[in-house]
Structures are given as C-alpha cells and as structure tokens.
C-alpha cells in the first residue's frame, strides 16, 4: 500500500478542552531529545542527548546516553546511560557494567543501555499522581544486553537481554539474565527446534543472535491485585516484554522466577480471544492513580516475530506470526480480559482493507494519561498523537525530524505535566482544528466540486440526449449488497 508523497508535519490537531495539555519529549532523529508544547512549539533542545528512550524528570532533568558502542561490534548498546540538567551538563552517570574491548576501539566501560529504565519513585517513567522519580538519589533498573552461549538454546552466541538494579553511585546491586530461564518461557517442541537452528542471527553478525529483544522494563508499582492479595502484583516485581518471542511476562524480584505470562502462544483457552499478541513494545501495569491502573498497557505492533512451525508466511518458521496492523491493548492481568483497545476499527478505517492505516511492525508505545487518555507513539512513521476512552482523536503531531536513512521514526514518546518543566513559563494553548482534508488543495490544484459534462446520445437509462455530469470527487457508485469486493 502506499502513502502520500506531501503530508503536513509538527502538530496538526488539538483540542484543548479534551486533551491533557503538557509537554511532550522525544527523540528528534539524529538531532537531540526535543521538547515541544501543545501547538508544537519547540521549547528546549538537550543537542546530541540520545534517546533510547528519553525520559523527563521533575525539575527539567533528563535521562539519556550521549554514545552508541561501534555498531561493528554491538546492536543498539548505548554506552551509558547519563541525567542531564536543563544545561545538558551531566549530573549523574552509569557505564560500568562491561569493560569491551572491540577491535579498532580503544577499551572501555559500557553500560550496553537499551530499550529502557526506570528511576527509582516511579514504575514506569512516566507521570503518577503521588509517584514521583527521584533527581538526586535512588536507584535505576537498568535493561542491558549480555552475550552468552547457551547450548540448551542454541549453537550459536545469543545477544541476551539482563535486567540489573544499579544504586546512585553506580554499584550493580541485582541481576537477571533472561536466558537462566528459558526453562520457565512456555516454547513448545517446534519452537525450540527453530530457535536453535535460527536466534534471530540475520542482522547481528555471523553467531550473534537477538532471540529475545527484550523491549520494556518496569517496575509493576503499587496495585489493587496485590492488594487482594495475589503476590504475582508485588509491587516491586518486575515486567518486560519480548518482541520476537511474543512474551509478556512479570518476574518474582526476590526469586527471579517468572510468576506471569502471556504468550508466546495465543492458542490457550485462556488467552484465545485476545488474539496474537506480535512484537509489542512498551508492556507495563498502568500506575496507581491513573484511570485503568493495575491493568496492562501494551502497543501490539503486528508485524512479525514468533518461533514455530513453518508457512507460506515463514518457510523457516523464524518469524511466524505477522498481521499488517498495530492495537493498543489495555488488559485486565487477572482475568485478561481486554477492558480498552484502538485498534484500525477504532481509529475509522474500515478493517480489513484499510488496517494498515494504523501500523507500526516496530517501537512505539502508548501512555495513560490522568484525564483517561491515552498518549501513543506509532513509532515507525513518527506520529505522535493522543485519543480519549471514546477513540476522538485530540492532539497529534508528526516529527519533521529524519534520520540518516530518511526515517522520521520515533521510538517512544512521553507527556509530562508543565509544572515539571519550572525553566518555562507555561506556553499559550491555542486550538488546533483538524484539516478537512476532502477539500484541502494546494495552490493551482483543481478545487473539490470541478464538473465535467458529457451528452450522451440515445436514449438509455436517463432518456434521449441527456446530460451526465460526474463531480471529480465522488467515485462511480456500485450496485449490489453493499459487501466488499475484491
């Protein structure tokens, strides 16, 4: 399917009275981390800040990494994981998880940063009323990558994902490395024998393979589950999610077992009527305090991930589950059942032809706002946009910024209230109404209504020698039944 060569950029839709009005961070391609208000005003710029993603604190600090280890030698491991202030100057800094050695580099400490963090005070790095992050001490979950040689998984290296806790003062405090327990990931027989034939390895070097690409790390917080009194919720257990094994999962901090699961199968009884979860980002418990809290958020992208038996889809049964368009999902943990979704249905396209409309087969995220909306990043063509419970769409606003291979791609996105930024008076809000886009032109095109005229001899259906008049924006309609044809 195509898309349209000329499209408006910067933020094209907002309605004040129905939006939660903040300010909105994110990674603006190569440039920096970007802030800009509700009209799209670009208010700071942290200049070379990397954002994996970008996260702002109270006060107008950020956290972030200001370098990426030699791709030669490594996949997205960011060297560090760094707090700014308002400056840009670093106030704290933690890079000491690896020392590497990799060839044509001189020897250094690495942090191998990716996907996410969470400081501590917040579970998952965004605004909760009463859950604040802490600036000036406290400690980070910090997901990292780690390579391993497991002969049970694989022949081959994997690039293993490892959740590690560090202090302020940059000690590792607490570890879990994913691949101790495969034992406990649900793989059935067909899934394990692909795996070990096939990581993941295509894109990460000769043996290197990223058989999970774990993707999202948080804290599950304080919630109402565990306050019945189901220790799966404790609050300070952690949830990831994998994206090219389909698993959402909530590990035991204390024990390190995993105590719940979704995926990486969506066959069961249980879990069949959600669908196939595939490549989702950004899984995480919505905070207490939120409208929806104690339940799971997740972005399910589409697109392709899986292990299994081949089809025509993946003869090598390496990505065997796809779908050519994204949900977001808002999941009760305890009886999963879905309580909220937008999916292309909920967006106004009409399913199945026009899914494809609302689709991101990679990143992106989706946040809860205090209102009850939802803030999500549909990542991949760098939309940032804002819905309320009922799907309206209140704000939306699409990054002007590429990278170096012409991709204005966002990875995550996040909205914070203005009192977290004191640097900035608090910007006028002026209502941004969206386009009518039917009647949009640009100067010198043909405006909607244009008639032609064609006399038709004979008498045919409408009688002898009359006029057929088509109007250039209304397509011939069809007879029949009204269902779709192919």
Not at 163 to 182: K, P
Not at 423 to 441: F, G, H, S, T
Request: some cysteine; charged content about 25%.
């Amino acid at each position: 399917m195509g898309h349209p060569t000329i499209y408006p950029t910067g933020t094209t839709v907002y309605n004040p009275n129905k939006a939660w009005s903040g300010y909105t961070i994110y990674q603006a391609a190569d440039t920096g981390a970007l802030l800009v208000d509700m009209n799209g005003r670009e208010v700071h710029l942290w200049k070379g800040l990397r954002g994996f993603p970008n996260k702002l604190l109270p006060g107008g600090y950020v956290l972030g990494s200001t370098a990426e280890r030699d791709t030669r030698y490594g996949f997205q491991d960011e060297k560090n994981l760094v707090q700014v202030d308002w400056d840009g100057n670093i106030v704290w800094k933690f890079d000491r998880y690896e020392y590497i050695e990799d060839p044509d580099n001189a020897p250094e400490w690495m942090a191998r940063q990716h996907h996410d963090y969470q400081r501590e005070g917040n579970p998952v790095g965004y605004y909760a009323p009463g859950q604040t992050p802490k600036t000036g001490s406290g400690n980070t979950i910090i997901l990292t990558h780690k390579n391993v040689n497991r002969p049970n998984i694989s022949d081959k290296e994997l690039l293993d994902d490892a959740i590690i806790e560090v202090d302020w003062e940059g000690n590792v405090v607490w570890e879990w490395v994913c691949s101790d327990h495969f034992d406990e990931l649900g793989f059935d027989e067909d899934a394990k024998a692909t795996l070990y034939r096939e990581p993941n390895t295509r894109f990460f070097g000769a043996n290197a393979g990223d058989w999970m690409h774990i993707n999202s790390a948080s804290v599950v917080g304080p919630n109402k589950f565990y306050d019945a009194g189901d220790e799966r919720f404790h609050p300070d257990n952690i949830i990831w999610d994998a994206r090219e094994t389909n698993i959402i999962a909530i590990i035991d901090k204390k024990t390190g077992k995993i105590v719940w699961k979704l995926g990486p199968s969506y066959n069961d009884e249980a879990s069949k009527h959600i669908g196939w979860i595939i490549g989702q980002h950004h899984a995480h418990i919505i905070p207490q305090g939120l409208p929806g809290e104690g339940n799971l958020l997740v972005f399910d992208n589409g697109g392709w991930a899986g292990y299994g038996l081949p089809n025509p889809e993946s003869p090598d049964g390496v990505k065997n589950a796809r779908r050519d368009h994204s949900r977001i999902l808002e999941i009760n943990p305890v009886t999963l059942e879905i309580e909220w979704q937008y999916t292309p249905t909920e967006a106004g396209f009409q399913a199945p032809l026009d899914s494809y409309r609302f689709y991101s087969p990679y990143i992106s995220s989706a946040q809860r706002l205090p209102n009850g909306n939802t803030l999500i990043t549909e990542g991949a063509d760098g939309r940032i946009f804002e819905v309320t419970r009922e799907h309206e769409l209140v704000w939306e606003h699409i990054s002007p910024y590429k990278n170096k291979r012409n991709s204005n791609m966002v990875y995550r996105a996040y909205r914070v209230p203005y009192e977290w930024v004191p640097q900035l008076e608090r910007p006028e809000e002026v209502e941004i109404a969206p386009l009518d886009v039917a009647d949009y032109r640009l100067p010198g095109a043909a405006p909607r209504g244009a008639v032609t005229a064609v006399e038709v001899a004979g008498t045919g259906e409408y009688g002898e020698g009359a006029l057929c008049v088509a109007r250039v924006d209304e397509a011939p309609q069809k007879e029949g039944n009204g269902d779709d044809e192919q």
